[in-house]
T-cell receptor, first 114, second 114 residues
Framework: KAGVTQTPRYLIKTRGQQVTLSCSPISGHRSVSWYQQTPGQGLQFLFEYFSETQRNKGNFPGRFSGRQFSNSRSEMNVSTLELGDSALYLC?????????????FGQGTRLTVV | AQSVTQLGSHVSVSEGALVLLRCNYSSSVPPYLFWYVQYPNQGLQLLLKYTSAATLVKGINGFEAEFKKSETSFHLTKPSAHMSDAAEYFCAVSESGSNYKLTFGKGTLLTVNP
């Protein structure tokens, strides 16, 4: 079956703009998590959604937001982009989001802010 | 609060040699522990996970890890390195009860020399 699909794969934005990233989970998966990966900070948890509800949120400013639709697809939005937002954004899906279920990661969206 | 320390940001081995990647964790409750691998420009792939069953966990591609509670460690090993093992490896922890939030270590880049 198809894996986790993230679009777009690459994105270049200017400081001050906003951006929306998309994640389509594996069919049947209802949990979607987002992570930011940078060389300096490594992999950091952004938020997790299950059945359209945000269940957990990491320590990021309010400029970072997300949502999940009824078909489990998820989007994350970053407003007022800063240079430091340049990163690889990874989405992971799992069946239920519990610790016993495996999370499958997408290939990520590489965001460059100039 | 949970945390993960990976000793050695870069490990270099010869093809056929033992691979040992170190991971120590901090958790206030019995943790779930994971090892992920990331190839260039790719997402993360699960190698193996510990979920309080057997302390010696076998994963894909010949990797295994042993959970040692007394040492708070979960080191990853492979008896004989292949060139295809060259990648970045991440150890991650999730505390029971957390809504699928993974806390990652900084990663270890494995180089395999011919």
């Amino acid at each position: 079956k198809a894996g986790v699909t993230q679009t777009p794969r690459y994105l270049i934005k200017t400081r001050g703009q906003q951006v929306t990233l998309s994640c389509s989970p594996i069919s049947g998966h209802r949990s979607v998590s987002w992570y930011q990966q940078t060389p300096g900070q490594g992999l950091q948890f952004l938020f997790e959604y299950f059945s359209e509800t945000q269940r957990n949120k990491g320590n990021f400013p309010g400029r970072f937001s997300g949502r999940q639709f009824s078909n489990s697809r998820s989007e994350m939005n970053v407003s007022t982009l800063e240079l430091g937002d340049s990163a690889l954004y990874l989405c992971a899906s799992s069946f239920s989001g519990t610790m016993n279920t495996e999370a499958f990661f997408g290939q990520g969206t590489r965001l460059t802010v100039v | 609060a949970q945390s993960v320390t990976q000793l050695g940001s870069h490990v270099s081995v010869s093809e056929g040699a033992l691979v040992l990647l170190r991971c120590n964790y901090s958790s206030s409750v019995p943790p779930y522990l994971f090892w992920y691998v990331q190839y260039p420009n790719q997402g993360l792939q699960l190698l193996l996970k510990y979920t309080s069953a057997a302390t010696l966990v076998k994963g894909i591609n010949g990797f295994e890890a042993e959970f040692k509670k007394s040492e708070t460690s979960f080191h990853l090993t492979k008896p004989s390195a292949h060139m295809s093992d060259a990648a970045e490896y991440f150890c991650a922890v999730s505390e029971s009860g957390s809504n699928y939030k993974l806390t990652f270590g900084k990663g270890t880049l494995l180089t395999v020399n011919p």
